[in-house]
């Protein structure tokens, strides 16, 4: 299994590629908006995780752009926007499946995970291709 984790804020990408790692995903780690919309069209991909603000463009734009190309990805959207009560509906219309709250917590990001990522979840063999 392969995530991407986009995020310009180091020691939080470490953390998220961590944990990832622990749990069986191979990690690719971007700070850079572009860099990632690359990646996503390198690999097979079976979830991203993107931050709200990019150095290059927002997590919105990154979603709007991959969803150009890729419209099935697991994504997930993270920000500490926490002030804004309609963060998780702009994050929806533009292609992110969940919403992730800053301070993370693992025990969260481990359930959004498991949920979106059919292979997390005890379906057997998951077939990346079968998305395409």
């Known amino acids: 299994m392969r995530a991407l984790v986009i995020q310009d804020d180091a020691v939080l990408s470490r953390m998220i590629a961590r944990h990832l790692s622990a749990e069986g995903f191979e990690v690719i780690e971007s700070d850079i ?13 079976d979830i ?6 990019l150095p290059d463009m ?10 150009r190309f890729d419209a099935k990805t697991p994504a997930v959207f993270c920000s500490c926007a926490v ?6 509906a702009k994050a929806h219309a533009c292609g992110a499946q969940r919403l992730l709250l ?3 917590c693992l025990s969260v990001l481990a359930g959004v995970v498991g ?12 077939d990346p ?4």
């Open 33 to 45: 908006g572009d860099e990632g919309i690359q990646f996503a069209h390198t690999y097979i991909l």
């Open 48 to 53: 991203i995780l993107v931050d709200d603000n």
């Open 58 to 67: 927002s997590g919105f734009e990154f979603l709007r752009r991959l969803r």
């Open 83 to 88: 002030m804004d009560p309609d963060i998780a």
């Open 102 to 104: 800053f301070p993370l």
């Open 115 to 126: 949920d979106l990522v059919p292979a997390m979840r005890g379906f057997g063999p998951y």
């Open 129 to 132: 291709q079968a998305r395409a």
